[in-house]
């Protein structure tokens, strides 16, 4: 009987001591957070790209919690469905923002651009873009060994293997941006999405002059500025021999496509065109 | 025992194949494209414009700080166009192209081969007129040299090394240069010790060139100071820090200039250019570069303008040989392959290496096997496959505290590597992005 | 037509050494050990090796080739290597199954779950012999006798057994074999541990094809070396001629062979010196207080354990100090 007891007095004891130990230790190292952060970390997709500029899902939480706007605060993978139920939860008012897509502006493929030259060096663009101008003529073109690819969490960029330039994925792409630090090159802008993922793009990045730049890609633009003039919305301006096309002005009327000498702008997502056809078949007749 | 450097260093077949032609004087180009940037430091910013008429000699190109240097033109004739074109990697860089006509030459310029041995200027004179003259270190890195002779406040230089040592394999134009013009490389030796207020010059040779040890030891005799020691034939002993370590014994500290033991180190090419601007009012717009490889059917070394396309040293060493797989500017080891012939002649160019397509090609990369050997060759004492691993990972503040930044990129690991691992091209990367976060810091 | 040249950063030339020419340099250095094997123990030592190498080889394949799906390595020489040293470090009349058994231990679960050549942490060919030691105690301690001596192959002690099951130092060198004859190889034990001299021929052979450094299998020997005598100086009636300990067992083997295996060593002499004393001393001290009689596999396979510490913190000698 007197074993039971001490045990038990002994148990109580110990158990006693350690609870109050226990509740000042956690006093004294208490730390405040703010439950609303567990709550929106857990709304957002937990892909910790990096793609809102911060480092990770977590982080993005704290900094929208300890915001008062979150006119500043996007996560671009969860889109505007994500940002309304974050902006729920910490009863603030949620900013539209238009989805974007990235794009790699070089249509630089292999029967574009001759090769005049082989790298055999360490297989990285970054490596590549650092020792060499890279495999043509073309120095500002895509160099094609990927560092988008592989900076890719969600498998969005399709390497094309031997075609020279990786193609982008619109539906996985949810425009992180994690593509566009990765390139040497400073290829790929995310651009506004419209709707069927149509675009009209200078695929093209070439600051040489028009003759340079035409010799060694056959589809570089030469800056030669029928583009500009052709746009009714000053969506496109010339910097260094460059056409751009601000996609949040661009109406997609494609009437730029169509004066472009070198089909250095591309038109994706539309619906093949009767004229053109045309066109080309006058030509092939001549 | 000879001497040579503590750490690593490998020793590639030396392949000196030019080393008994003499110096011949290339034909003159019908055109020659003279980049602006030809050194380290700011570009010079050209001071001619199409059309111009130049002599040889004048300046086309104004130096543009203090690390920097002029450019002169290194033929007569006509300003064509002040434009880009590809360089030695393959991206446009400004340049001035001149179109050749006769071979008319300033007239301060001494163009006699008589030796001119006394001088009377005082160092900062001789620093000036090295400065005017737009010389760079001669051995491949292109540091301008009148930075170099003007010590940072509160150091003082003790020994001028002259760097003999040519350890890159195939260059022979600085051998044949020791050979030619030693008489001359001992004035300009004397003119370097003049402006570092130094009485001491030791030039340092490698044992595979002992017509050179030979020659220059009896000329030293006669020029107050001036020794010659022969080392181990060693890769990288050409390096800076190798050399110090090999001739002084000393060790340049970790992110230290060589003049913090004491030494200054210059190529002996250098000293003939030093010999030529200062006696003879000469700048440097001409220089000896080796045209070599296992295929070329007549290795040679030439005197070149600058400016020149490689193409035209390649046709008067016999031509492109049929199975040429790469073309390097500069020795193999730490050269640089070019992309095409039209890539012109620097001051910096000291060989043209064509290698045979079986040779230009690399190994397929394998896993590392962790055998050490590119620690154990490492001359500056590093760990190659962990800086690599680094890289390849973006870890770059561990790659900091691993030292990445005193990597000399000599390459004597990516040459060792059994598993042919790209070693220095991550190492390289690492340094860059190593670099910039340090320069982001200040 | 315009060339197409190659471009690549520099160096610009290679040494032409290549990582399967270092394979099969440790193979060459393996071949005499292999012979006197077979010499000393008949066909039987032949069987065990080929049932080995080809076991290993045969694993490396199929895995990389159906489980992993890459592009099989077997012919860089690193799976023969570990079925050569595999096989040495067996008895003779090892079962065919057992042996199977330690190959896929070996290759399958020590080489390429972490990512095969260069990422194992562990020497492979000593995690299988580790492996069917703690399986199977009997069968891997059963060992054959010397078929020069006459006598039909029934088992018989190693000199290392001998010294443990001996009541008296006294008793167990009444037993043991003389120092000449393990200095030779005639004596008892697993195939490649029994000639001291060929050992150190292989060994000499990596050092001059440098395969190897000087560092590891000297700390070592040295070590136990010197272990051994401070005990055998203080109380010799106790503890044995540190010739014995230094010979026996698969000390030799285990030194030269495999506590060298680059992949699992350190990369700077400083770390391989302190990596090789790590060895001698776990070595020495299963051997005098253990259980087993012998502790190299387990002193290596620990030491392996400690090589990325290692490699952490002992740095090479940087130029420019600090």
Not at chain 1, 213 to 219: I, L, W, Y
Not at chain 3, 25 to 40: D, I
């Amino acid at each position: 009987m007197s074993i039971i007891l001490y045990t038990v007095a002994t148990l109580a004891i110990i158990g006693a001591t350690a609870a109050i130990i226990l509740y000042f230790v956690a006093q004294k190292f208490k730390v405040f957070e703010d439950p609303r952060i567990d709550e929106v970390e857990e709304s957002l997709p937990s892909a910790n790209c990096g793609g809102c500029g911060f480092a990770g899902c977590r982080a993005f939480a704290e900094a929208c919690v300890k915001a008062t706007d979150l006119g500043e605060l996007n996560c671009p993978v969860g889109g505007a469905e994500t940002m309304e139920s974050v902006a729920s939860i910490l009863g603030l008012e949620a900013v539209k923002k238009a989805p974007r897509v990235a794009f790699i502006r070089c249509n630089g493929t292999c029967d574009h651009r001759p090769k005049t030259n082989a790298f055999d060096g360490a297989s990285t663009c970054a490596i590549s873009a650092a020792s060499y101008g890279g495999e043509t003529g073309c120095e500002y073109g895509c160099l094609g060994y990927g560092d988008c690819v592989a900076a890719c969490e969600f498998d969005a960029i399709d390497l094309r293997a031997g075609m020279g330039v990786p193609l982008i994925l619109d539906d996985k792409c949810v425009a992180c941006g994690a593509c566009v630090e990765a390139c040497p090159k400073n290829l790929i802008e995310l651009r506004k999405m419209y709707p069927k993922g149509r675009k009209v793009v200078v695929a093209c990045r070439n600051e040489a002059k028009g003759g340079v730049a035409r010799k060694s890609c056959e589809v570089a633009c030469i800056g030669c500025g029928k583009c500009e003039k052709v746009c009714n919305f000053d969506a496109i301006t010339i910097e260094n021999n460059l056409a751009f096309i601000d996609s949040d002005k661009c109406k997609l009327c494609r009437k730029c496509v169509s004066v472009c000498p070198t089909h250095a702008i591309i038109e994706v997502g539309f619906p093949p065109r009767k004229i053109k056809e045309e066109e080309k078949e006058s030509s092939t007749a001549k | 025992m000879l001497k040579t450097f503590n750490l690593g260093g490998v020793h590639p077949p030396e392949n000196k194949l030019s080393a008994d032609k003499k110096i011949e004087n290339l034909p003159l180009p019908k055109t020659v494209f003279i980049p602006v940037a030809q050194h380290i430091g700011a570009p010079a910013s050209p001071v001619v414009k199409r059309g111009d008429e130049v002599k040889v000699g004048q300046v086309i190109a104004q130096s543009s700080g203090f690390v920097s240097t002029n450019i002169h033109s290194s033929v007569s004739g006509k300003v064509k166009k002040v434009d880009v074109s590809a360089d030695s990697s393959g991206y446009s860089k400004q340049g001035i192209f001149i179109d050749v006509a006769g071979d008319e030459w300033l007239e301060e310029i001494d163009r006699t081969e008589e030796l001119v041995k006394e001088f009377n200027l005082d160092g900062s004179e001789i620093v000036k007129k090295i400065q005017e003259a737009g010389i760079v270190g001669l051995g491949g890195a292109t540091f301008p040299t009148h930075v170099k002779l003007v010590p940072p406040k509160g150091m003082k230089a003790e020994v001028l090394l002259l760097n003999g040592v040519e350890c890159e394999p195939y260059l022979t134009s600085d051998h044949r240069l020791m050979l030619e013009k030693a008489d001359e490389i001992m004035v300009g030796i004397q003119l370097l010790m003049k402006s570092l207020q130094v009485n001491k010059a030791v030039i340092g040779i490698e044992n595979n060139k002992p017509d050179a040890i030979q020659l220059l030891t009896e000329k030293a005799k006669n020029y107050q100071g001036v020794s010659v020691v022969a080392l181990k034939v060693q890769y990288p002993q050409g390096g800076e820090k190798q050399l110090i370590n090999a001739v002084t014994g000393k060790e340049v500290p970790s992110g230290a200039l060589p003049i913090a033991v004491g030494a200054v180190v210059s190529n002996v090419g250098t000293a003939f250019a030093v010999y030529e601007a200062v006696q003879k009012n000469k700048p440097l717009f001409e220089r000896v570069v080796t045209v070599t490889g296992k295929g070329v059917s007549k290795p040679s070394n030439f005197r070149v303008r600058v400016g020149t396309a490689t193409s035209e040293l390649v046709e008067a060493a016999g031509g492109l040989p049929e199975n040429t797989g790469k073309v390097i500017s500069g020795g193999p080891m730490m050269g640089r392959a070019i992309p095409s012939l039209d890539v012109p002649v620097t001051k910096g160019t000291s060989g043209i290496l064509l290698m045979q397509e079986e040779e230009s090609k690399r190994g397929e990369v394998l896993n590392c096997i962790r055998c050490a050997r590119c620690v154990s060759v490492c001359p500056m004492g590093l760990e190659p496959y962990l800086l690599m691993t680094l890289g390849e990972k973006n870890i770059f503040d561990r790659a900091e505290d691993e030292r990445v930044m005193d990597c000399i990129e000599c390459g004597s690991c990516s040459f060792t590597c059994p598993s042919h691992r790209p070693l220095l091209d991550y190492i390289r990367y690492g340094k860059g992005k190593v670099g910039q976060i340090i320069r982001s810091r200040k | 037509m315009k060339n197409i040249f190659t471009v690549a950063p520099s160096p610009h030339v290679h040494s032409n050494d290549s990582t399967q020419k270092i394979m099969y340099r440790v193979v060459y250095a393996m071949l005499p050990l292999l012979a006197w094997s077979v010499f000393v123990f008949g066909l039987d030592a032949l069987r065990v090796t080929l049932i080995a190498v080809v076991a290993s080889l045969a694993f490396e394949y199929l895995i990389q080739k159906f489980l992993l799906k890459v592009k099989p390595t077997i012919t860089d020489g690193s799976a023969l290597i570990t079925g050569i040293l595999l096989s040495f470090n067996v008895p003779s009349n090892l079962p065919w199954w057992i042996i199977i058994i330690g190959a896929l231990a070996a290759i399958g679960i020590a080489k390429l779950s972490f990512g095969g050549l260069g990422g194992n942490i562990f020497n492979p060919a000593l995690v299988g012999r580790v492996f069917l030691l703690i399986s199977f105690p009997v069968q891997m301690t059963s060992w054959p006798v010397n078929i020069k001596s006459g006598i039909d192959a029934v088992t018989a002690a190693t000199p290392l057994g001998i010294i443990k099951e001996s009541t008296s130092i006294a008793d167990a060198l009444n037993s043991l074999p003389s120092i000449t004859d393990m200095l030779i190889g005639n004596t008892g034990g697993s195939l490649g541990e029994i000639s001291a001299i060929l050992i150190i021929l292989g060994g000499l052979y990596m050092l001059w094809k440098k395969v190897i450094t000087w560092h590891i299998p000297v700390a070592v020997i040295a070590t136990v070396a010197i272990i051994a005598s401070i005990f055998w100086l203080i109380n010799p009636d106790v503890y044995i001629n540190p010739a014995y300990q230094v010979l026996s067992g698969g000390l030799m083997l285990g030194a030269v062979f495999m506590a060298t295996d680059m992949v699992t060593s350190p990369m700077t002499p400083k770390g391989q010196i302190i990596f090789g004393v790590g060895i001698g001393l776990i070595t020495i001290s299963i051997r005098m207080f253990g259980a087993y009689p012998e502790g190299i596999s387990f002193a290596i396979l620990i030491m392996n354990a400690f090589t990325p510490l290692i490699n952490n913190y002992v740095k090479p000698k940087r130029f420019g100090g600090k």
